[in-house]
């Protein structure tokens, strides 16, 4: 019998690849959040305007920081979990404007909690969500 051929590793994606990815899925995001370009801005760590649009012009051409990639890692997995958590797309995108009154929103909306800037809160509102769908919030 045979030697079975070994397959190639798989290398790590590039900041590059992490980048220009993570760019082209928060642009569709940012879209159905409904998001201003001021609210964008906040939620990547406030990088200048023209770098911003220049980010999303050349996604491929981005190197981004990485605060902005631990920025664009919460927001994507806040926006996974609410695909899952409300398989509804629309009730899912709506979530993060809706006034909560659980213990991390205190009545506002997750965006709210989100826009206040620090990546901190992204990670808040990104475990409450983890929380929620296995069994509970810590």
Known sequence: MGALP???????PSLAEMSAAGLRAWGRIAEAWGLSVDEQLTLLGQPPRST???????PEKASLPRDTLERLSNLLGIYKSLQILLPDPAAADA???????AAPFGGGSALQRMLA???????????????VRGGGWS
């Open 117 to 131: 800037g620090n990546v901190s809160d992204l990670n808040l509102v990104r475990r409450y969500l983890d929380g």
């Open 95 to 101: 979530w993060v404007r809706q006034p909560n009154t």
């Open 6 to 12: 070994l397959m190639a590793e798989r290398a790590e």
């Open 52 to 58: 911003y649009f220049s980010w999303r012009k050349h």
